[in-house]
């Protein structure tokens, strides 16, 4: 651009040189420079111009002085910007998006629909088990529920072995059984002997005439038919202590004398034998268990006792339970020629005492001689003995 095309536009006022005076040489230089100044300054571009330049595609700078006006103002990345958000083309997106929601919404009704066609036609083709209609039979049933709770007993077995926790427990456990049955052994034994020991079905096989005298040996017996029970008798004791008394039971069955009751067989009075229902297996003796089912006897029941060669034959009247300390209950004032056997209730335990009493039915009663109390008769006790001790009792001394 050079300036003399805009001279008027810029208000600038040149000589001109067609004046009618001349200009001098000086004031000619002075022009001059004025003039290559002024177009040195045009020259450069101007800012208006400098917006207007761009690059090409080529690399190289291009003027938009040649551009209209609206290309100057506007970009194809706005007029794009400008078209996307117009209402038309919205509406034209959503129709589109629309198209596709709808064409995958029937594609998968289509794939799951033939799925489960396709599985709807493998069942019908697989073949009913025989029997698959019938009810299970009780046996079955049974069968069934005891596996499935084997196979579960199974896997909780094999997760406790795993666990680190398993073999202390186990060994506890086995100290745990091995006191208790060593403590309580005889309360186990008793109740299996109890039920596994059996009894003689005949109550008595003959009624013995009162006046009929029956030899017998010599040696003192204790018979109960019903009990299928006969062991023999310690008369004889000199003391009541526990200690002698439990040496004596293991023996047998042991005359019991205290005051009020230390009569013999044949003798007006009580006449008291003493035996264990059950004591520790471990033990010495064969008689522990010899009054085990005495409570089994009814009113009416016979049992015997051979004295001094002489079978006494007696008949339950009567049954009780009491406590060890109620000793006035053998104590009992009487005319009559007796016996009440004795043990200790519930079996395999010494909490209370058993008392079976019988009256002498023969030889006749009234033959019966009377007692006569000595110096040396036994004096009353507390407690009435005869109470087994257990295995850890007896291994420390154990009251």
């Known amino acids: 651009m050079q300036p003399n095309s805009d001279q008027h536009q810029r ?10 005076t001349a200009p001098t040489t000086s004031q000619q230089a002075a022009a001059d420079l004025m003039r290559s100044q002024i177009d040195t300054i045009y020259d450069d571009p101007q800012p208006n111009e400098l917006a207007a330049i761009s690059i090409d595609e080529t690399g190289s700078l291009t003027s938009q002085a040649d551009t209209s006006p609206y290309e100057q103002t506007h970009s194809e990345a706005a007029d794009v910007h400008a078209a996307e958000q117009s209402t038309e ?33 493998n069942v019908a083709a697989t073949p009913e088990p025989q029997n698959a209609t019938e009810e299970l ?27 680190r926790h398993f073999m202390p427990i186990a060994v506890a456990a086995c100290v745990a059984l091995v006191f208790v049955f060593l403590q309580y052994n005889q309360i186990i034994f008793a109740n299996v002997m109890a039920y596994t020991t059996p009894a003689s079905q005949d109550t008595v096989a003959t009624y013995i005439d009162p006046n009929t005298d029956v030899a017998v040996g010599p040696d003192p017996l204790i018979t109960i038919p019903k009990l299928a029970v006969q062991a023999p008798v310690i008369y004889g004791l000199t003391t009541l202590e526990e200690s002698v008394v439990e040496s004596k039971l293991e023996n047998g069955v042991v005359h019991y004398p205290i005051r009020g009751a230390n009569a013999v067989p ?24 010899v009054f085990l089912r005495l409570d089994q006897l009814q009113k009416g029941d016979y049992f015997y ?49 058993l008392l079976v009493f019988g009256e ?35 291994l420390f001394g154990g009251n």
């Open 11 to 20: 208000g600038l006022q040149v000589p001109s040189r067609q004046d009618s």
């Open 89 to 121: 083309v919205q509406a034209h997106w959503q129709k589109y998006h629309s198209a596709w929601q709808q064409y995958y919404q029937m594609y998968y009704e289509r794939y799951y629909k033939a799925q489960t066609e396709q599985q709807l036609l």
């Open 137 to 163: 039979t009780k046996e079955q049933a049974t069968h069934e529920l005891r596996n499935e709770l084997l196979e579960k007993v199974k896997t909780q077995s094999k997760k406790i072995r795993k666990s």
């Open 266 to 289: 044949g003798e007006i009075g009580n006449t008291v034998m003493l035996g264990h229902s059950a004591n520790d297996v471990f033990a010495a003796g064969s008689y522990k268990f």
């Open 305 to 353: 006792l051979n004295y001094n060669g002489k079978r006494y034959t007696y008949v339950v009247t009567e049954k009780k339970v009491i406590s060890p300390n109620q000793v006035s209950e053998l104590a009992i004032t009487t005319d009559k020629p007796m016996a009440t056997l004795v043990t200790c209730t519930p079996v395999g335990t010494a909490t209370n005492r």
């Open 360 to 394: 002498q039915v023969a030889p006749d009663p009234s033959t019966a001689t009377s007692r006569t109390e000595t110096s040396n008769d036994k004096s009353g006790t507390e407690e009435i003995g005869g109470a087994s001790k257990s295995f850890f009792e007896r």
